[in-house]
């Protein structure tokens, strides 16, 4: 096939795009409202009792009143501190420990048993033991986060390095490359895709940890917040609060996805 | 997700994972000995071990897996049915996929558990409410992974068969479903995990029995051998189930015809 005809056919496939993601969007946000009217009419109808099910214009409203009253922000402040904390030192043990037993079989061998093991087990059943042992301060929400988050990253970060194709680190090597022209131009570019694949699994981890640590126990943050609305039923405030939680986690998730793609594209 | 390699028959890495578990037994237990760590916060692993010995004869630890198990059992039944059929359906039509993908997004990071006051009224008190936690959390992953394996199908079988007159519903048994299995497979094993922290986190806020239950119970009673022992339980929980799913998944794989073109 020629150069030209190539492009003709990615012209064709970029303006089938757009009426595509139009239709994309109209779908999408027609399901959402059909879904969010459904949930108002039946709330309003009293089929199910609107202190239990709340409805999307009392959601609305308990929004306003939590942006209007500071409470919203000050809680926000604690749980994102502990989030970006956690997060921040899950990345900086993941990627480091992962790439290290990637690229090296005995730590492999030695690291991979543990981690395996804490990685199919529900890390968040240590909540009850990590307040017995911090208390219920910001650190013991920040460890939460780390052993939500750290273990996806180091479990692809190592893949990610053990994806590495053999023939471009033999040609590597052939060429006179040492151990760090090996690991800074071939090892670490090569397993940037996997390894931020890593991180965005992460991103959902941490978020429930934060919000759940907060439930379980706290004074402060959105988790706290929550619990004291649901203890008194005031479900539209509840349902606020987690849609708000969920879509920081999707936001989160979406940004590091942009980086993703960019990384792809710039490799390509 | 790629880190999911079957483990090999060498026995090296199971020696080592072994040495390096012992390993850090031995120094737990050590610093407990040598008294650098109090071991009224930081237990032993042979406290840790007596505990143990101490629920399963005093039959807690039974009552207690039985019933963390029916919960996730019920829970990831529910999960794996609603979450495959959905998953079929987003990940054949365009039109679904759109329709659901919002709420997908959504809901992949939603804390439901926060909602369990309110389970608690519309479903009950404890189990109804652990397993509806359970279940919110386990379903999600399985549509996602089911979708993709569906939309990851080779459209060139589709073709194919089309035009020697398959219908539709022999298209989705003969080629869709056998091309997917694998994906569907690695949505489940995700998702069984997930059901279980469902029924664990369940547990720790709305329980009256199960693990989560118990390792909640004995937190608040800062009796760290037991709640710890719970804990350990759990784990070995997950690490049988986990291995469970994969042994089915390599007993698919060996029987499933060569079929998807991967």
Not at chain 1, 22 to 32: C, D, Q, S, Y
Not at chain 1, 56 to 61: A, C, D, E, Q, V
Not at chain 1, 198 to 213: E, Q
Not at chain 2, 181 to 190: C, E, F, I, N, S
């Amino acid at each position: 096939m020629s150069t030209l005809a190539v492009g003709a056919q990615l012209r064709a496939r970029r303006s089938e795009r757009v009426p595509e993601r139009a239709r994309r969007m109209a779908i999408g946000a027609l399901a959402v409202v059909v879904v969010l009217a459904a949930w108002q009419v039946v709330g309003d109808l009293g089929l199910v009792r609107k202190e239990f099910i709340g409805t999307p214009l009392g959601t609305l409203s308990a929004g306003g009143h939590l942006l209007a009253d500071g409470e919203l922000w000050s809680n926000a402040q604690s749980s994102l501190l502990a989030f970006a904390i956690g997060f921040g030192i899950s990345i900086a043990i993941g990627v480091p420990l992962g790439l290290l037993m990637g690229w090296s079989r005995i730590s492999r061998e030695l690291a991979q048993a543990p981690i395996l093991m804490l990685y199919v087990t529900p890390r968040l059943a240590l909540l009850p033991v990590i307040v017995v042992w911090l208390g219920i301060a910001t650190q013991a929400k920040v460890v939460v986060v780390v052993i939500g988050a750290v273990i996806p990253i180091v479990i692809n970060t190592m893949a990610g390095v053990r994806d590495v194709d053999p023939r471009l680190i033999q040609v590597a090597r052939s060429f006179g490359a040492g151990r760090l022209g090996l690991f800074t131009k071939i090892l670490l570019p090569s397993a940037t895709p996997l390894m931020l694949a890593g991180v965005r699994l992460a991103v959902g981890s941490a978020v429930l940890g934060v919000v759940i640590a907060e439930l379980y126990v706290s004074t402060s943050g959105i988790g706290d917040l929550i619990s004291t609305y649901g203890q008194s039923y005031d479900t539209d405030y509840v349902v606020f609060l987690v849609l708000l939680t969920a879509v920081f986690g999707w936001a989160v998730s979406a940004l590091v996805q942009v980086v993703e793609r960019r990384v792809e594209r710039w490799r390509a | 997700m790629k880190g999911e390699r079957l483990p090999s028959v060498n026995p090296r890495p199971l020696v080592l994972g072994l040495l390096s578990l012992a390993a850090l037994a031995g120094l737990w237990q050590l610093l407990a000995a040598t008294g650098t760590v109090n071991t009224f916060l930081t237990s032993s692993p042979s406290r840790v071990a007596t505990a143990l010995v101490a629920q399963i004869r005093a039959g807690i630890l039974g009552r207690d897996v039985a019933t963390s198990m029916e919960e996730l059992g019920i829970g990831f039944a529910m999960a794996a049915f609603a979450g495959v059929a959905v998953g079929l359906a987003v990940g054949r039509y365009r039109t679904a996929e759109y329709a659901v993908n919002p709420f997908v997004s959504i809901g992949y990071s939603a804390p439901f558990v926060a909602l369990y006051p309110v389970f608690t009224v519309l479903f009950g008190l404890g189990r109804p409410t652990v397993i509806a936690t359970a279940f919110l959390l386990g379903v999600f992953p399985i549509v996602v992974n089911t979708a993709r394996g569906v939309k990851g199908v080779d459209p060139k079988l589709v073709q194919v068969a089309r035009s020697f007159g398959a219908r539709e519903a022999q298209i989705f048994y003969k080629i869709t479903l056998p091309a997917s299995v694998k994906a569907v497979m690695a949505g489940l094993r995700l998702g069984l995990g997930q059901t279980l922290l469902g029924v664990i986190i369940g547990e720790l806020f709305v329980g009256n029995a199960g693990l989560g239950y118990e390792i909640s119970y004995y937190g608040g009673l800062e009796r760290t051998d037991q709640m710890l022992a719970a804990v350990v339980v759990t784990g070995l929980l997950g690490i049988v189930l986990t291995g469970l799913v994969g042994l089915i998944e390599r007993q698919i794989d060996a029987w499933r015809p060569d079929i998807g073109g991967r």
